[in-house]
């Protein structure tokens, strides 16, 4: 069975204003352009003008091959998440155009991936051109477009691997496909650039023409659009992601803060609210692919050449794919020092979806969860592997550390850095509320990590350094023990996507459910394990 990647774009001039898409269809095997699609489509919105370029490319494979399998890429992440079914479709213009998407193809036969704007180029020039044309009165001509020509060749797409959905083959086999196409491509989950309106003739996506306009859209408008589960916070503690009912905002799941779970990277220096000074900044670099920088693994320790402090490197590795190291650690390097990663039990604002950070109202536990506490207790007092209790300084964290230490019979201590991220004016809303209320703020913060909430909230990237920096203070002070950190979203998957090297967008990939148990033990030599995420057996 052949297999075809279409790439589709779409932009608007004004948002609604002059707008046309652009559609590329690839050999999957070989890289090679197959064919292309463009047409100004008069005044319309960037997603509607993005919908119709999925709809061309989509149609012009079927013109090819009828049977084919097809892997689309943009970078709208609003589309790719509408049509995998992830996220609800509101907007009247664009429900009919994403009905008929999905029947042109059976849906088994298409996946559908978001990359970054850099890598969709040639679909972005094909929307240019197509708008250009439209302002001079005329129909895109295939024959004048310069797209093709002034676009790399699409590298040949790895074949999709066989097996269980993130088994290791699989895993590994994408990480193969993201080194290879490393090579200047930006990191999957670097922020967009802003998209200002196109000015005639420019040469290539992004150039600035003569009078400084910049090729390219306006932001996206998701006006009406959410997620089929909302991206987010803890309803006490927020979850980043696209799932909304993991949010802690809670704490938001996937890297966002609503009660449910979070998580985040990179950004302003945060304040170290305990100690009454402020965090050294992250340097400012920019993103690279894996595998580009030439940089070694994100945490250092006893035993590596001497380099970054960890925190330095974990701040980078927020923005970008760690290159691992190579070649097995040593025979013995010791006992590893292990942090048992509680998230807290549910509290009245867990099950309403609403954020609930470090800058609300700091609810206690509901009968719920404390229930939820005391199984954690039970469950780890048979265990009996815990040498010492830590918690977060807010309430819901610090009763059920409390639980669960009375049960041990440890103490519990306090460290300031465990807190969950501070969502600002978001506090005690509802992802859908945020929406309503500060759509251009909740866009921005989901683009980006260094994107702060409404009213001088906390972004993820000044999550991740000041995580970083706590779990730097508690290894040094915990060598070789095995600790429970009771805390929150964020910085659970904070840790978990540091110690994996992975890119920020992994916030979103990862669902942690009230009082799950997760682990992470931290080797002599800098390098880090993850034994166990989301556990939740101990509840059953």
């Given at each position: 069975?052949?297999?075809?990647?279409?790439?589709?774009?779409?932009?608007?001039?004004?948002?609604?204003?002059?707008?046309?898409?652009?559609?590329?269809?690839?050999?999957?095997?070989?890289?090679?352009?197959?064919?292309?699609?463009?047409?100004?489509?008069?005044?319309?919105?960037?997603?509607?003008?993005?919908?119709?370029?999925?709809?061309?490319?989509?149609?012009?494979?079927?013109?090819?091959?009828?049977?084919?399998?097809?892997?689309?890429?943009?970078?709208?992440?609003?589309?790719?998440?509408?049509?995998?079914?992830?996220?609800?479709?509101?907007?009247?213009?664009?429900?009919?155009?994403?009905?008929?998407?999905?029947?042109?193809?059976?849906?088994?036969?298409?996946?559908?991936?978001?990359?970054?704007?850099?890598?969709?180029?040639?679909?972005?020039?094909?929307?240019?051109?197509?708008?250009?044309?439209?302002?001079?009165?005329?129909?895109?001509?295939?024959?004048?477009?310069?797209?093709?020509?002034?676009?790399?060749?699409?590298?040949?797409?790895?074949?999709?691997?066989?097996?269980?959905?993130?088994?290791?083959?699989?895993?590994?086999?994408?990480?193969?496909?993201?080194?290879?196409?490393?090579?200047?491509?930006?990191?999957?989950?670097?922020?967009?650039?802003?998209?200002?309106?196109?000015?005639?003739?420019?040469?290539?996506?992004?150039?600035?023409?003569?009078?400084?306009?910049?090729?390219?859209?306006?932001?996206?408008?998701?006006?009406?659009?959410?997620?089929?589960?909302?991206?987010?916070?803890?309803?006490?503690?927020?979850?980043?992601?696209?799932?909304?009912?993991?949010?802690?905002?809670?704490?938001?799941?996937?890297?966002?803060?609503?009660?449910?779970?979070?998580?985040?990277?990179?950004?302003?220096?945060?304040?170290?609210?305990?100690?009454?000074?402020?965090?050294?900044?992250?340097?400012?670099?920019?993103?690279?692919?894996?595998?580009?920088?030439?940089?070694?693994?994100?945490?250092?320790?006893?035993?590596?050449?001497?380099?970054?402090?960890?925190?330095?490197?974990?701040?980078?590795?927020?923005?970008?794919?760690?290159?691992?190291?190579?070649?097995?650690?040593?025979?013995?390097?010791?006992?590893?020092?292990?942090?048992?990663?509680?998230?807290?039990?549910?509290?009245?604002?867990?099950?309403?979806?609403?954020?609930?950070?470090?800058?609300?109202?700091?609810?206690?536990?509901?009968?719920?969860?404390?229930?939820?506490?005391?199984?954690?207790?039970?469950?780890?007092?048979?265990?009996?592997?815990?040498?010492?209790?830590?918690?977060?300084?807010?309430?819901?964290?610090?009763?059920?550390?409390?639980?669960?230490?009375?049960?041990?019979?440890?103490?519990?201590?306090?460290?300031d850095g465990l807190r969950e991220t501070d969502f600002g004016a978001w506090e005690g809303l509802t992802f859908g509320e945020v929406r309503e209320r500060y759509p251009e703020d909740l866009?921005?913060?989901?683009?980006?990590?260094?994107?702060?909430?409404?009213?001088?909230?906390?972004?993820?990237?000044?999550?991740?350094?000041?995580?970083?920096?706590?779990?730097?203070?508690?290894?040094?002070?915990?060598?070789?023990?095995?600790?429970?950190?009771?805390?929150?979203?964020?910085?659970?998957?904070?840790?978990?996507?540091?110690?994996?090297?992975?890119?920020?967008?992994?916030?979103?990939?990862?669902?942690?459910?009230?009082?799950?148990?997760?682990?992470?033990?931290?080797?002599?030599?800098?390098?880090?394990?993850?034994?166990?995420?989301?556990?939740?057996?101990?509840?059953?």
């Amino acid at each position: 069975m052949r297999e075809f990647v279409v790439e589709a774009d779409g932009g608007s001039r004004g948002n609604p204003g002059p707008a046309g898409y652009g559609a590329v269809v690839s050999d999957a095997a070989t890289g090679e352009t197959l064919a292309e699609a463009a047409e100004y489509i008069g005044v319309a919105t960037n997603n509607v003008a993005e919908y119709r370029g999925l709809l061309a490319g989509l149609r012009a494979a079927r013109e090819l091959d009828p049977d084919a399998r097809v892997r689309v890429r943009m970078d709208s992440k609003l589309v790719v998440e509408q049509m995998s079914g992830r996220w609800k479709i509101k907007h009247p213009a664009m429900k009919p155009l994403a009905a008929q998407a999905a029947t042109v193809f059976p849906p088994d036969r298409v996946t559908y991936e978001w990359i970054p704007r850099e890598r969709n180029t040639h679909a972005d020039r094909l929307a240019n051109e197509a708008m250009d044309a439209g302002r001079r009165g005329e129909s895109w001509s295939p024959a004048e477009s310069r797209a093709d020509l002034d676009t790399p060749p699409t590298a040949p797409v790895a074949p999709a691997p066989e097996g269980t959905p993130g088994d290791a083959t699989a895993g590994a086999a994408r990480v193969r496909e993201a080194l290879a196409s490393a090579g200047g491509a930006a990191a999957p989950g670097e922020p967009e650039p802003e998209r200002r309106p196109v000015a005639e003739g420019t040469a290539a996506a992004g150039a600035a023409d003569p009078a400084g306009t910049v090729r390219g859209r306006s932001t996206e408008d998701a006006s009406g659009e959410e997620p089929d589960t909302e991206p987010g916070p803890e309803a006490d503690d927020t979850q980043p992601g696209p799932r909304a009912d993991d949010t802690e905002a809670a704490d938001v799941q996937g890297g966002r803060g609503v009660e449910g779970d979070s998580g985040g990277a990179g950004g302003p220096a945060p304040t170290d609210r305990a100690r009454g000074r402020r965090a050294a900044e992250p340097p400012a670099t920019a993103v690279r692919a894996a595998g580009a920088s030439g940089e070694g693994p994100a945490v250092g320790g006893p035993g590596r050449p001497a380099g970054p402090a960890p925190a330095d490197a974990d701040r980078r590795a927020a923005q970008a794919v760690a290159t691992p190291s190579s070649g097995w650690a040593p025979a013995d390097m010791g006992a590893p020092a292990t942090f048992v990663l509680l998230r807290h039990g549910e509290t009245p604002l867990t099950p309403q979806k609403r954020f609930s950070g470090s800058g609300g109202s700091d609810p206690s536990l509901s009968d719920i969860g404390r229930e939820q506490a005391g199984k954690v207790a039970a469950a780890l007092a048979r265990r009996g592997t815990v040498q010492a209790v830590v918690a977060s300084p807010l309430a819901r964290t610090r009763e059920t550390a409390r639980i669960v230490a009375a049960r041990l019979g440890l103490d519990v201590a306090v460290e300031d850095g465990l807190r969950e991220t501070d969502f600002g004016a978001w506090e005690g809303l509802t992802f859908g509320e945020v929406r309503e209320r500060y759509p251009e703020d909740l866009d921005a913060w989901l683009a980006s990590p260094d994107a702060e909430p409404t009213g001088g909230g906390e972004s993820f990237a000044a999550t991740a350094a000041r995580v970083a920096e706590a779990r730097d203070r508690l290894l040094a002070e915990y060598r070789g023990r095995t600790v429970l950190l009771v805390t929150h979203v964020t910085p659970i998957k904070m840790m978990i996507r540091l110690a994996l090297g992975a890119p920020p967008e992994a916030l979103f990939r990862m669902e942690l459910s009230a009082a799950s148990l997760s682990a992470v033990a931290y080797y002599a030599d800098g390098n880090a394990s993850v034994r166990l995420f989301n556990d939740t057996s101990h509840l059953r």
